[in-house]
């Protein structure tokens, strides 16, 4: 009993400190906390980016957070996510009962997103204490997000304390597969443990030993690092650095950073980097590649590999080759027809749009002056805009193709299957079958999470489950950026296959380092061919190549040690195999053996000259005095030794 008082005290304070109605000072509270809603009988939370950042400034009082930079990629993933949801009650999959959903913009901000939870979650503005919340049942029974791994990890620890599920399409750390800190946290996508797998085999595959690292500060690049710096060691892959990012851009560190991380990547050998970073701080370092016209071969991992901003990023095409891995993606002719024609779902609302079209098909000439206002420097503002925005009367009566046309709309294909994951759930908790649900529906929301793990369903030809981890584990695409005019664009080349962990490339890449389909070199040394072995320098992948002795070899590149000839074999210096041993004789009309004989018949004849000499002259008194008999008795015993 004391502990429960103690926790209930607890939760109360934390309670009372998040739930000040926002409507003080003339603030909408439902209109500032989320920005689309439709009503239902089952609500599911959606909480994704619309906004990229959040003003970060010292924060005194607890104010409400300002959002800028509208984020059209992730605008797109939440109108998937929408759509989606309408697709299902349009089909009568749950019949009888229709799903509405609560969207909020978390703007990729920890903070922000743990206050909207507070709102999705409470009843009447409020939300009761208790010290079991077996019996919680609020009217969000789901939430679909967020979009980054660092902010799924906040919100998965608030939503662990009444077991609401958390379902992210993005967040890919490792730690969010421990379900005894997240058991509420599921995702349809692999964990990254999976992915550095992915990127060290691929550097295998194309023998690129010597490679650098950079990665962000945050829970997904520290992570994804330690991840990685296994995999590559695993894979005989060496790392010439590594250098750490402060993951906002509003750090006011950050472009120094990035200033000398660039000169790093310059003064290094290695001709491959890996950017474990969010796509801002990428957009950063590129800038600084193309302004020193740096070439190199980027490796992107899933935050950024199909990011359009940096694909549309001015002379991005001098940066080099980028190739990248990404989850599971696929069009959808519905989904490209509902955004020429956005729309609010009927009975609910959504600011998000309105937002959108005021940017796309409202009138802004000030923008074009000399002295702009501060609203203009929303970045890709005039790319956003329409060409015939001062031509219409009422922008939120307009539509276009310019999302479909624009954006990459198959990244919103895993957004759709968490939809169909959740009807999917629903459909065996509330006992469905051809005309009505019988089960309960205002139910609490660990019930569906125990429905959602079990869940096994068909979507687009393909089979969906959650592991043990509540991960899908199925397999990544590798993609590579193609030249598109001035721009680049996503060209799918292959894939990795989690269940085998192999890494398939399907067509014949034309690289831009080398102007050709051979394969560029990222290596410390070269490659030592058969007939030597490496002598290691400070790193594994750094040697030199010395040459097998006699009676060893190497049959192999890059050998570590010479392998010793077997029994009754011989090799010469450098050899690549051993051969047997032969016995040869010398012929007697052979050059060799008459000129042998010769040198030795000479010599004799010498030595018996000398002989004669002695013998002549022993009696003289030089003789004498040598002493001679000991000496022909020597030059005597010579013959005879020879």
């Known amino acids: 009993m004391p502990m429960c008082r103690l926790l209930c005290s607890f939760f109360l304070a934390l309670i009372i400190l998040s739930s000040i109605p926002a409507s003080v000072d003339g603030c909408d509270y439902a209109q500032s906390i989320c920005g689309a809603q439709a009503p239902g009988d089952v609500v599911i939370g959606i909480m994704l980016p619309c906004h990229s950042k959040v003003s970060l400034q010292e924060r005194i009082r607890p104010e409400s957070f300002q959002c800028s930079d509208f984020d059209l990629v992730s605008f797109m993933r939440s109108l998937a996510t929408i759509h989606e949801i309408d697709e299902i009650n349009a089909a009568g999959f749950l019949p009888g009962v229709h799903l509405g959903y609560l969207m909020c913009d978390t703007c990729s901000f920890a903070s922000k997103a743990l206050g909207d939870v507070d709102y999705m979650l409470e009843g009447n503005r409020t939300l009761n204490v208790k010290c079991n919340y077996t019996e919680f049942r609020p009217k969000v029974k789901i939430i679909l997000g967020a979009l980054n791994s660092d902010v799924s990890i906040a919100l998965a620890g608030l939503l662990n304390v009444y077991m609401v599920p958390l379902l992210s399409s993005t967040s890919s750390a490792p730690k969010l597969s421990d379900k005894l800190r997240f058991p509420s946290f599921l995702r349809t996508i692999p964990s990254d443990k999976h992915q550095t797998k992915a990127v060290a085999k691929l550097m295998k595959h194309y023998d690129w030993n010597w490679v650098g690292v950079v990665y962000g500060d945050d829970e997904y690049g520290k992570a994804a690092f330690q991840s990685f710096l296994a995999d590559a060691k695993a894979n005989n892959v060496c790392l010439a650095y590594q250098e750490v990012l402060p993951h906002y851009l509003d750090n006011s560190q950050a472009m120094v950073r990035i200033k000398q991380v660039a000169e790093q990547i310059r003064s290094s050998s290695a001709q491959v980097v890996l950017l474990i970073l969010k796509s801002d701080l990428v957009e950063g370092l590129f800038r600084e590649m193309i302004e020193t016209n740096t070439s190199r071969i980027w490796i992107a991992t899933d935050a950024w590999s199909r990011s359009r901003s940096i694909a549309q990023m001015d002379s991005i095409n001098k940066v080099g080759d980028i190739l990248g891995f990404t989850f599971l993606s696929g069009k959808s002719d519905s989904f490209e027809k509902y955004l020429k024609n956005l729309t609010a779902t009927p009975g609910g609302y959504n600011y998000f749009i309105e937002e959108y079209k005021s940017l796309r098909f ?281």
Request: proline letters at 7%; aromatic letters at 10%.
């Open 362 to 642: 409202n009138c802004t000439p000030e923008c074009d002056s000399k002295t702009p206002p501060s609203y203009c420097s929303i970045p890709d503002l005039k790319k956003i805009k329409s060409s015939n925005a001062c031509n219409f009367k009422d922008p939120q009566e307009q539509n276009d193709d310019y999302l479909v046309n624009t954006l990459d709309t198959s990244q919103a294909f895993l957004h759709k299957v968490a939809v169909q994951a959740v009807a999917n759930a629903l459909k065996k908790l509330l006992k469905c079958n051809s005309s009505l649900c019988l089960g309960e529906i205002n139910f609490p929301p660990w019930k569906l999470l125990e429905e959602l793990k079990k869940v096994n369903f068909s979507y687009d030809n393909q089979s969906f489950f959650f592991n043990e981890n509540g991960d899908f584990a199925n397999f990544y695409e590798l993609i590579m950026w193609k030249t598109d005019g001035e721009y680049r664009k996503a060209q799918r080349i292959g894939n990795y296959k989690v269940s085998n962990q192999t890494v398939e490339v399907q067509i014949n890449i034309t690289w831009l380092s080398t102007a050709n389909t051979t394969n560029p070199q990222s290596r410390c040394s070269e490659p030592c061919p058969p007939g030597s072995v490496k002598k290691i320098l400070n790193e594994s992948c750094c040697y030199n190549c010395i040459p097998c002795v006699e009676g060893t070899y190497s049959d192999e590149p890059d050998l570590n040690n010479c392998k010793p000839c077997e029994s009754g074999t011989w090799s010469l210096k450098n050899s690549t195999g051993c051969k047997p041993r032969t016995e040869s004789y010398m012929k007697w009309r052979d050059p060799h053996p008459i000129v042998m004989m010769a040198a030795a018949a000479f010599g004799i004849l010498l030595l018996l000259v000398i002989f004669i000499i002695f013998l002549v002259y022993r009696d003289s008194p030089p003789m004498k005095r040598a002493e001679s008999k000991p000496i022909v008795l020597s030059w005597l015993s010579f013959p005879l030794v020879s």
